[in-house]
C-alpha cells in the first residue's frame, strides 16, 4: 500500500545512455513532482505537473523529459546521460495546484542514478 | 546566496538534550514554511508546519519571524530517534515551489 512509488530504486548506467524513472502515487493527488538531490544533499525541484499538466519547468537541461500519461503517473525520461546526472531524483505528489503550496508534499522512496 | 540557508551541522547531542536549529530565507514572497526530515538514505517527509505564531507537536516547537526572515525548531529531551537530517523548506507565494535548504544533520548519542 505504499503511497509514492517509484522503478528502479537502483540504477547503473553508461555515459550516453538514455533511461526512465517511473512514479506512481496512489493518494489521489493532482500535482506530481521531480526533484534532484545531489552529492551535496541539496534537493532542488525540476518539474512539476498538475492533473497531466506541465506547472513547474525549472533550468533543467532539455535532455531530461518529464512525461505524465495520467495523474497518478510521472515518469522521468533521460537521453544522453552525463556524469553530472548521478544524484538521487525524488518524485513527490501532493493534494492539488494552485494552493500556494500549502498541501504537505509526499516523497517516494528516491531512484539512486549511479553514471559511470 | 541560497534561498534557504541552514547550519549544516552536525549537532552532536547526547540523549535527553534540547537542540535548536536556525533558518534564515531570502526570498520576502515566501509564504508557507515547513520543516521536513530526513534519515539517511530515506526520502524527505514532513515534520511540521511553522505557523506565524509559532506552534508546538510534542516535544517539537517552531517559530517564524517573518521581519527577520527567521524560521527555528527546537527539539526537547532528545531520543536516539531523532537522528537524521533537519530540511527547513520554504513555498513562494502563488507557486507550488518548495525551496530546501540544505539541512541541519543531528546525531543523538546514548
Known amino acids: 500500500d505504499t503511497a509514492v512509488s517509484q522503478t528502479p530504486k537502483y540504477l547503473v548506467t553508461q555515459m550516453g545512455n538514455d533511461k526512465s524513472i517511473k512514479c506512481e502515487q496512489n493518494l489521489g493527488h493532482d500535482t506530481m513532482y521531480w526533484y534532484k538531490q545531489d552529492s551535496k544533499k541539496f534537493l532542488k525541484i525540476m518539474f512539476s505537473?498538475?492533473?497531466?499538466?506541465?506547472?513547474i519547468n525549472e533550468t533543467v537541461p532539455n535532455r531530461f523529459s518529464p512525461k505524465s500519461p495520467d495523474k497518478a503517473h510521472l515518469n522521468l525520461h533521460i537521453n544522453s546521460l552525463e556524469l553530472g546526472d548521478s544524484a538521487v531524483y525524488f518524485c513527490?505528489?501532493?493534494?492539488?495546484?494552485?494552493?500556494?503550496?500549502?498541501?504537505?508534499?509526499?516523497f517516494g522512496p528516491g531512484t539512486r542514478l549511479t553514471v559511470l | 546566496r541560497k534561498e534557504v540557508e541552514q547550519d549544516p551541522g552536525p549537532f552532536n547531542v547526547p540523549e535527553g538534550a534540547t537542540v535548536a536549529f536556525n533558518c534564515t530565507y531570502s526570498?520576502?514572497?515566501?509564504?508557507?514554511f515547513f520543516w521536513y526530515r530526513q534519515d539517511c538514505r530515506k526520502e524527505p517527509k514532513l515534520l511540521m508546519s511553522v505557523y506565524s505564531s509559532g506552534n508546538e507537536d510534542g516535544r517539537f516547537t517552531a517559530q517564524l519571524n517573518r521581519a527577520s526572515q527567521y524560521i527555528s525548531l527546537l527539539i526537547r529531551d532528545s531520543k536516539l530517534s531523532d537522528s537524521a537530517t533537519y530540511l527547513c523548506v520554504v513555498n513562494i507565494r502563488n507557486t507550488d515551489k518548495l525551496i530546501f535548504g540544505t539541512g541541519t544533520r543531528l546525531q543523538v548519542f546514548p
Open positions: 513527490a505528489s501532493s493534494l492539488r495546484a494552485g494552493t500556494s503550496g500549502a498541501d504537505t508534499q509526499y
Open positions: 505537473y498538475n492533473n497531466k499538466e506541465l506547472i
Open positions: 526570498n520576502s514572497a515566501s509564504q508557507s
